[in-house]
């Protein structure tokens, strides 16, 4: 059994994750299970777990902000529901060994967007003038990001943000809450498809996300405070960190 103050480590340091940057605790979560002996597949599923316990008080912290688009977030997350549930079938027929590459490579790619952004957060990447239109076609990118949620465990919050930025002109922190509320979605249906194939430590899980509970409400209050260059920055450091201690664990 992992130890108790190791799990409450990382349930502080998840909550500061997804507090500050609305992004999955994936990113902590799944190397640092992963160390300790859970196999890659638990990881994953216990990660997704973690992600709905979490979420919990840092939506509380943004809708008390006023930084939710609930419309927005329910046509994300019904679109992830669908996803997550066809890459947890995706997930379960791949070798591990390449679903650890494919992290690898999507934590690498997301802390280059990160650093980029974090030098001009201003910058318009809104490309598409779709109009009303965007709302029909961003739950069916959302069907894409719940197949990463199910293949490698991450909720889809920094690619939610991915989606908005794409079709939307939206603030940096009403992305970050909307694509929290979001992320609520998709976990939900990855954690019920791991569950159900006996793929999640329960105790693990629980006791990260409790401690995830209130150190994200915290870290949550402090980011629609903080400059969004600070939250880019710390985005992208974490994304780096994750990249190379994965790479190191897979060498």
Known sequence: MVPLYVLIVIGVAVGALTGITGSSGVLIVV??????GLSFKEAVGSSL???VITTLSVIFVYFKHENVDVKLSTLLGAG???GAQLGSEIAFAVPER???GAFIAFTSVMAYV???RSRNPRLNLNKLNLGRLAYAVAPLLAVMVGMVTGTLGASGGIMFIAVM???FSIDVKKMIGTATLAMLFSALSGTVAYALSGRVDLYASAVIGIVAIVSGYYFAK???RAKPSLIYAFLG???VLTSISELVKVI
Do not use: G, K, T
């Not at 190397?31 to 300790?36: K, T």
């Open 49 to 51: 777990l973690v992600d």
């Open 237 to 239: 450091s974490v994304f």
């Open 80 to 82: 992830a529901l669908v």
């Open 31 to 36: 190397p640092a299970l992963s160390y300790l």
């Open 114 to 116: 990160s650093f980029r």
């Open 165 to 167: 930025m794409l079709l």
């Open 98 to 100: 390449a679903l650890e």
């Open 222 to 224: 402090f980011a629609n």
